[in-house]
C-alpha cells in the first residue's frame, strides 16, 4: 500500500514547511499550555472534574493496560512481526494474573503468572508466524480466539469451586500496595479545593500523579524507559531492530533472526499478559470475563499513533486513558467540557500552520474545524453517555487521520522471512 | 520464492490433485488432536464429547439450526473475503452488520408498504448503511492512509455507542411486550421473508435468506472470475505496482472494495432480522463479523470453501449446547475452532512447501538424467 501512502501524501509547499522537533522545553511548554486550555474550559464550563485528582489518577490507572498492550506491540513490531494477537495474550495475561494471584496467595505472584501466560500467547504466535512463515495478522485472530476459548474453560474448571468465584469471574484478588509522596497530599487537597485558576489544575494532577500509586504502575511506567534503552542503546536492541527493518541484511551480518524474532515476540506478549494482570489484579480486583473489552486493539492503536516510540506510545496511551477516565467522571459534562479543549487545541494548530508554516489552506481547514467544534460546544449542554463512551475510539480515528501521513513503520513489518531467502 | 504467502493464502496458487485435499484433513486431524488432550487433562473422555456432538447435531431442529446460522456466517465470510481479495482486512464488518441491521429493522418497522417492495426497502436501507460505513475507512485510508485495520476496529466500538444511542425509547425503540428488553417496533408480515420447512421431522423453518445468500456467492464468483473489474480487483491484490502500470485506479478500487465488502455486510443481520426475530432489540446477535474473518480464512475466499467453513462453524457452535448439560464447558469448542483457524493455515504452509520441494527434486532429477549436466540454476 505504499503506493497510496505516497500518493495521499499533501504536495510539497511552495517553501520547505519548518520540520517540527519534539525537545523537551517544547514537551513542558506544550504540557503547560494544554494545561492552561483546560483550566479556561473547567473555569468557563464549572467542569471541576477534567483536571480533578480523581480523574487523572484514574487517567494514569486506565492508561497502564494500554500502554503495555502497546509497549508488547513495539517489542514485536520493531522485530518484524505484526502482533493483532495482543488482544487475546491481554486476556491470557487477565486470567493468568488472577489465577496466580489467587493460588500461591500474594499478587506478585499473579504478576509474574500474567507475564507468563501472556508469553505462552506470544510463543504460540512466534511458532505460526516465525517458523511456519504464516501471515501474521491471521495468527493474532485465531490467537484472538483461542486466548477468549482458552480462559472460558479454564475459569469454569478453576474458579467455579473457589469460595466466592464463579463461571465468569474469579474470587477476590488480595491487592497490590499502594505507595504516594508523603506530606504533600493534604495541602495539594485544599489548593484543589479552591478551584482557583491554573493553581488548582495544577495541584490536581500533581496530587493525581504522586498520591495513591500502585506498585504495579511504578512497574509500568519504568518499562516505558527501559524498553527505549534495550531497544535503542544497546547493541542488542540495534539488531532486534534490524530484524524489523531488514531482516536478510541482518542476517548477511551474522544475525540470527529467528533468535531475535522469537524472542521480540515472547517479550511482547509477555508485557501484554502484565497489561492483562493489572486489570485483574489492580483495576478491578477480581477477573471477570471480557475485562479486557478491546484494549489490546487500542494499546495497538497507540503504538502507531506514537509512531512505533516508546515516548509517542505512553503520549497516546495516556490520551486514551483520560477520555476514557472522563467519561467515569461526570462524562456527559467533562467529555463536554473537552470539546471546548480540542476548538482551542485546533485553534492554536490552524495558527501554527499559518505562522510557522506558511501552509494558509491546511490552516484555513484546521480554523474551520476549530469553529465547527466550538458551535458544537455552544449549542449543545452535555454529551449522551452512549456518545461518551466511544471518545477514545474516536480521538483514535481523528488523530491518525491528521497524523498517519507522519508516521513510519518498521520497513519489513510483517514480512515474511525465510532464512536464506536472499539469493 | 515463486510464490507470496498472501498468493497461496488466497488460492491464487493451486493445489493439485490430493494435495489440495491433504491441508484441510491434516489441519482436522491436528485440531481434534489438540482438543483431545485438553479434554483429556480435564478429565472428560473425548471419544464421548465428540459423540455427544455428533449425536446432538444430527436432530432434524439442531439441523435447522445449523443452517441458519451457517447462512448468516456465510454473508459475514463473503463480507470479509472481498477485502482479503485486495489485500483488506475489513475487521468492521461487525460494526456495519449491527449499524445496518438496527436502521433497517428501524425502517423496515415504520413503513407500510406491499409484501416483496416493503423487503426490497428494508434490505436496501441495509446494504446502504453497512456500505456507507464502511466507506468512511475507505475514505481515510484513501484520502489519508489510514490503515484500514485500526480503523475499522475503531469504527466497531463507535457503531457501537451509536447504536446504543439510538437504541434507546427516545429514539427508535420501544418497550418489548412482556421483558424489560427494548427493541425497534416489530416489522409486519408483508416486511418478513418466508422461511420453508424443508428439514424432515421438524416445524422449524430453515431462513428463506439462504436463497439470497447463495445468489451472493455466485454474484461473487462471477463478479471475481468474469469481469474487468474483479481482474482488476485481483490484480491490485497481486501486484499493486502492475495494476498501476497497467492503468488501474488503485484509490478507486480501494474505496470500491471497502463500500462493496460493506454492502455485504450490512445484509448479514437480515435473515435473523427478516427471518426470526422481526425487530432489533439488545439481544440481537453480536460478533459475527469476527466468525466471518475466521470462516473467511477457512475457506479460503472461495465461495464453496466459505460455505463448508460456515457450515462446521455453526455446527460446532450449535451442537456444543450440550455439553453444558453434560458437565463439560462448552468452550472446549472455540478451542477447537481457534486450532481449527490455526492448523488450516500453517497446514496449507507445509503442503506448500513440500509440494514446492517435491518439484525441484523432481526437475533436477530430470534434468541429471537427461543431460548429465549440473543441474544448479535451473532450479531457483
Given at each position: 500500500?505504499?503506493?497510496?501512502?505516497?500518493?495521499?501524501?499533501?504536495?510539497?509547499?511552495?517553501?520547505?514547511?519548518?520540520?517540527?522537533?519534539?525537545?523537551?522545553?517544547?514537551?513542558?511548554?506544550?504540557?503547560?499550555?494544554?494545561?492552561?486550555?483546560?483550566?479556561?474550559?473547567?473555569?468557563?464550563?464549572?467542569?471541576?472534574?477534567?483536571?480533578?485528582?480523581?480523574?487523572?489518577?484514574?487517567?494514569?490507572?486506565?492508561?497502564?493496560?494500554?500502554?503495555?498492550?502497546?509497549?508488547?506491540?513495539?517489542?514485536?513490531?520493531?522485530?518484524?512481526?505484526?502482533?493483532?494477537?495482543?488482544?487475546?495474550?491481554?486476556?491470557?495475561?487477565?486470567?493468568?494474573?488472577?489465577?496466580?494471584?489467587?493460588?500461591?496467595?500474594?499478587?506478585?505472584?499473579?504478576?509474574?503468572?500474567?507475564?507468563?501466560?501472556?508469553?505462552?500467547?506470544?510463543?504460540?504466535?512466534?511458532?505460526?508466524?516465525?517458523?511456519?512463515?504464516?501471515?501474521?495478522?491471521?495468527?493474532?485472530?485465531?490467537?484472538?480466539?483461542?486466548?477468549?476459548?482458552?480462559?472460558?474453560?479454564?475459569?469454569?474448571?478453576?474458579?467455579?469451586?473457589?469460595?466466592?468465584?464463579?463461571e465468569t469471574?474469579?474470587?477476590?484478588?488480595?491487592?497490590?500496595?499502594?505507595?504516594?509522596?508523603?506530606?504533600?497530599?493534604?495541602?495539594?487537597?485544599?489548593?484543589?479545593?479552591?478551584?482557583?485558576?491554573?493553581?488548582?489544575?495544577?495541584?490536581?494532577?500533581?496530587?493525581?500523579?504522586?498520591?495513591?500509586?500502585?506498585?504495579?504502575?511504578?512497574?509500568?511506567?519504568?518499562?516505558?524507559?527501559?524498553?527505549?534503552?534495550?531497544?535503542?542503546?544497546?547493541?542488542?536492541?540495534?539488531?532486534?531492530?534490524?530484524?524489523?527493518?531488514?531482516?536478510?541484511?541482518?542476517?548477511?551480518?551474522?544475525?540470527?533472526?529467528?533468535?531475535?524474532?522469537?524472542?521480540?515476540?515472547?517479550?511482547?506478549?509477555?508485557?501484554?499478559?502484565?497489561?492483562?494482570?493489572?486489570?485483574?489484579?489492580?483495576?478491578?480486583?477480581?477477573?471477570?470475563e471480557g475485562?479486557?473489552?478491546?484494549?489490546?486493539?487500542?494499546?495497538?492503536?497507540?503504538?502507531?499513533?506514537?509512531?512505533?516510540?516508546?515516548?509517542?506510545?505512553?503520549?497516546?496511551?495516556?490520551?486514551?486513558?483520560?477520555?476514557?477516565?472522563?467519561?467515569?467522571?461526570?462524562?456527559?459534562?467533562?467529555?463536554?467540557?473537552?470539546?471546548?479543549?480540542?476548538?482551542?487545541?485546533?485553534?492554536?494548530?490552524?495558527?501554527?500552520?499559518?505562522?510557522?508554516?506558511?501552509?494558509?489552506?491546511?490552516?484555513?481547514?484546521?480554523?474551520?474545524?476549530?469553529?465547527?467544534?466550538?458551535?458544537?460546544?455552544?449549542?449543545?449542554?452535555?454529551?449522551?453517555e452512549q456518545?461518551?463512551?466511544?471518545?477514545?475510539?474516536?480521538?483514535?480515528?481523528?488523530?491518525?487521520?491528521?497524523?498517519?501521513?507522519?508516521?513510519?513503520?518498521?520497513?519489513?513489518?510483517?514480512?515474511?522471512?525465510?532464512?536464506?531467502?536472499?539469493? | 520464492?515463486?510464490?507470496?504467502?498472501?498468493?497461496?493464502?488466497?488460492?491464487?496458487?493451486?493445489?493439485?490433485?490430493?494435495?489440495?485435499?491433504?491441508?484441510?484433513?491434516?489441519?482436522?486431524?491436528?485440531?481434534?488432536?489438540?482438543?483431545?488432550?485438553?479434554?483429556?487433562?480435564?478429565?472428560?473422555?473425548?471419544?464421548?464429547?465428540?459423540?455427544?456432538?455428533?449425536?446432538?447435531?444430527?436432530?432434524?431442529?439442531?439441523?435447522?439450526n445449523?443452517?441458519n446460522l451457517?447462512?448468516t456466517?456465510?454473508?459475514?465470510?463473503?463480507?470479509?473475503?472481498?477485502?482479503?481479495?485486495?489485500?483488506?482486512?475489513?475487521?468492521?464488518?461487525?460494526?456495519?452488520?449491527r449499524?445496518?441491521a438496527l436502521l433497517a429493522a428501524a425502517v423496515g418497522g415504520a413503513?407500510?408498504?406491499?409484501?416483496?417492495?416493503?423487503?426490497?426497502?428494508?434490505?436496501?436501507?441495509?446494504?446502504?448503511?453497512?456500505?456507507?460505513?464502511?466507506?468512511?475507512?475507505?475514505?481515510?485510508?484513501?484520502?489519508?492512509?489510514?490503515?484500514?485495520?485500526?480503523?475499522?476496529?475503531?469504527?466497531?466500538?463507535?457503531?457501537t455507542?451509536?447504536g446504543a444511542w439510538l437504541l434507546t425509547t427516545d429514539r427508535l425503540a420501544v418497550a418489548v411486550s412482556g421483558s424489560n428488553n427494548i427493541g425497534t417496533k416489530p416489522i409486519p408480515a408483508?416486511g418478513q421473508?418466508?422461511?420453508?420447512?424443508?428439514?424432515?421431522?421438524?416445524?422449524a423453518k430453515?431462513?428463506?435468506?439462504?436463497?439470497?445468500?447463495?445468489?451472493?456467492?455466485?454474484?461473487?464468483?462471477?463478479?471475481?472470475?468474469?469481469?474487468?473489474?474483479?481482474?482488476?480487483?485481483?490484480?491490485?491484490?497481486?501486484?499493486?505496482?502492475?495494476?498501476?502500470?497497467?492503468?488501474?485506479?488503485?484509490?478507486?478500487?480501494?474505496?470500491?472494495?471497502?463500500?462493496?465488502?460493506?454492502?455485504?455486510?450490512?445484509?448479514?443481520g437480515m435473515p435473523q432480522l427478516l427471518g426470526a426475530s422481526y425487530s432489533y432489540s439488545l439481544d440481537f446477535p453480536t460478533g459475527l463479523?469476527?466468525?466471518?474473518?475466521?470462516?473467511?480464512?477457512?475457506?479460503?475466499?472461495?465461495?464453496?470453501?466459505?460455505?463448508?467453513?460456515?457450515?462446521?462453524?455453526?455446527?460446532?457452535?450449535?451442537?456444543?449446547d450440550?455439553?453444558d448439560?453434560?458437565?463439560?464447558?462448552?468452550?472446549?469448542?472455540?478451542?477447537?475452532?481457534?486450532?481449527?483457524?490455526?492448523?488450516?493455515?500453517?497446514?496449507?504452509?507445509?503442503?506448500?512447501?513440500?509440494?514446492?520441494?517435491?518439484?525441484?527434486?523432481?526437475?533436477?532429477?530430470?534434468?541429471?538424467?537427461?543431460?548429465?549436466?549440473?543441474?544448479?540454476?535451473?532450479?531457483?
Open positions: 500500500m505504499t503506493a497510496v501512502a505516497e500518493a495521499a501524501a499533501p504536495p510539497a509547499a511552495p517553501s520547505p514547511a519548518r520540520r517540527f522537533r519534539l525537545g523537551w522545553r517544547a514537551a513542558l511548554l506544550g504540557v503547560l499550555a494544554l494545561l492552561v486550555m483546560m483550566s479556561v474550559a473547567r473555569v468557563v464550563t464549572g467542569a471541576n472534574d477534567i483536571t480533578s485528582a480523581g480523574t487523572i489518577g484514574a487517567a494514569v490507572g486506565l492508561a497502564v493496560p494500554i500502554g503495555l498492550a502497546a509497549l508488547g506491540g513495539l517489542w514485536s513490531e520493531r522485530a518484524g512481526v505484526v502482533n493483532i494477537g495482543l488482544e487475546g495474550m491481554m486476556i491470557l495475561g487477565t486470567w493468568c494474573g488472577a489465577w496466580g494471584a489467587l493460588t500461591f496467595g500474594t499478587p506478585w505472584a499473579g504478576v509474574v503468572a500474567g507475564a507468563l501466560g501472556g508469553a505462552l500467547g506470544g510463543l504460540l504466535h512466534a511458532v505460526v508466524t516465525v517458523t511456519f512463515g504464516v501471515d501474521h495478522i491471521i495468527s493474532g485472530v485465531a490467537i484472538n480466539i483461542l486466548g477468549l476459548g482458552v480462559t472460558q474453560y479454564l475459569s469454569k474448571l478453576v474458579f467455579t469451586d473457589m469460595d466466592g468465584g464463579g469471574q474469579s474470587p477476590r484478588i488480595p491487592s497490590i500496595g499502594n505507595v504516594g509522596i508523603p506530606g504533600i497530599g493534604d495541602g495539594l487537597q485544599s489548593l484543589e479545593r479552591t478551584h482557583t485558576f491554573l493553581v488548582a489544575d495544577l495541584a490536581g494532577v500533581l496530587r493525581g500523579i504522586t498520591q495513591n500509586v500502585s506498585l504495579f504502575t511504578l512497574l509500568a511506567i519504568l518499562l516505558v524507559p527501559l524498553s527505549f534503552y534495550v531497544l535503542w542503546r544497546t547493541p542488542f536492541g540495534l539488531r532486534l531492530r534490524s530484524c524489523g527493518e531488514r531482516p536478510v541484511a541482518a542476517e548477511s551480518l551474522g544475525v540470527n533472526v529467528y533468535y531475535y524474532k522469537y524472542l521480540a515476540v515472547l517479550v511482547s506478549g509477555a508485557l501484554a499478559g502484565l497489561g492483562g494482570a493489572f486489570l485483574s489484579i489492580v483495576a478491578s480486583g477480581i477477573y471477570r475485562q479486557t473489552g478491546g484494549r489490546g486493539f487500542i494499546g495497538l492503536a497507540a503504538m502507531i499513533f506514537g509512531n512505533w516510540r516508546p515516548g509517542g506510545l505512553a503520549g497516546g496511551s495516556l490520551l486514551f486513558g483520560y477520555t476514557d477516565a472522563l467519561q467515569l467522571r461526570q462524562g456527559g459534562t467533562s467529555v463536554h467540557a473537552l470539546l471546548l479543549v480540542v476548538a482551542m487545541l485546533l485553534a492554536a494548530f490552524a495558527v501554527y500552520q499559518l505562522v510557522r508554516q506558511g501552509r494558509g489552506r491546511a490552516a484555513l481547514i484546521s480554523g474551520v474545524f476549530a469553529v465547527a467544534v466550538f458551535a458544537v460546544f455552544m449549542v449543545t449542554d452535555t454529551v449522551a456518545f461518551t463512551s466511544f471518545t477514545p475510539h474516536l480521538t483514535t480515528l481523528l488523530v491518525l487521520s491528521l497524523a498517519s501521513q507522519r508516521l513510519r513503520m518498521p520497513a519489513a513489518d510483517g514480512v515474511p522471512y525465510r532464512k536464506g531467502q536472499a539469493k | 520464492m515463486s510464490s507470496s504467502f498472501t498468493d497461496r493464502l488466497l488460492g491464487r496458487v493451486r493445489l493439485g490433485g490430493l494435495l489440495a485435499l491433504a491441508a484441510p484433513v491434516l489441519a482436522i486431524v491436528f485440531a481434534a488432536l489438540v482438543t483431545s488432550i485438553i479434554l483429556v487433562l480435564t478429565g472428560n473422555p473425548p471419544l464421548h464429547t465428540l459423540l455427544l456432538l455428533v449425536d446432538y447435531g444430527s436432530q432434524p431442529r439442531t439441523i435447522v445449523i443452517v451457517a447462512t456466517y456465510y454473508i459475514s465470510a463473503l463480507a470479509v473475503a472481498i477485502g482479503f481479495r485486495m489485500n483488506l482486512f475489513n475487521i468492521g464488518v461487525d460494526g456495519q452488520y449499524l445496518a413503513l407500510v408498504l406491499p409484501p416483496v417492495l416493503h423487503v426490497g426497502v428494508t434490505v436496501l436501507v441495509a446494504v446502504a448503511v453497512g456500505g456507507l460505513w464502511a466507506s468512511i475507512a475507505g475514505l481515510l485510508k484513501v484520502t489519508r492512509g489510514v490503515s484500514e485495520v485500526i480503523s475499522t476496529i475503531m469504527l466497531n466500538a463507535i457503531a455507542g451509536f408483508s421473508f418466508p422461511g420453508f420447512a424443508m428439514i424432515p421431522g421438524t416445524q430453515v431462513f428463506g435468506f439462504i436463497v439470497v445468500a447463495a445468489v451472493l456467492g455466485i454474484a461473487y464468483h462471477v463478479l471475481f472470475n468474469w469481469t474487468r473489474f474483479g481482474f482488476n480487483l485481483r490484480a491490485t491484490g497481486a501486484s499493486e505496482s502492475a495494476a498501476v502500470a497497467s492503468g488501474v485506479n488503485v484509490k478507486r478500487m480501494v474505496l470500491l472494495t471497502m463500500i462493496i465488502s460493506g454492502a455485504v455486510a450490512g445484509l448479514v463479523g469476527f466468525t466471518g474473518i475466521a470462516i473467511a480464512l477457512l475457506g479460503r475466499n472461495n465461495p464453496a470453501g466459505i460455505a463448508v467453513g460456515a457450515l462446521l462453524w455453526s455446527y460446532l457452535d450449535n451442537s456444543s450440550i455439553l448439560l453434560e458437565g463439560i464447558p462448552k468452550e472446549t469448542v472455540i478451542i477447537m475452532q481457534g486450532t481449527i483457524v490455526l492448523s488450516v493455515i500453517i497446514a496449507y504452509e507445509l503442503v506448500h512447501r513440500y509440494r514446492m520441494s517435491a518439484e525441484q527434486r523432481r526437475v533436477s532429477r530430470q534434468l541429471s538424467a537427461g543431460t548429465g549436466a549440473p543441474a544448479e540454476g535451473a532450479v531457483a
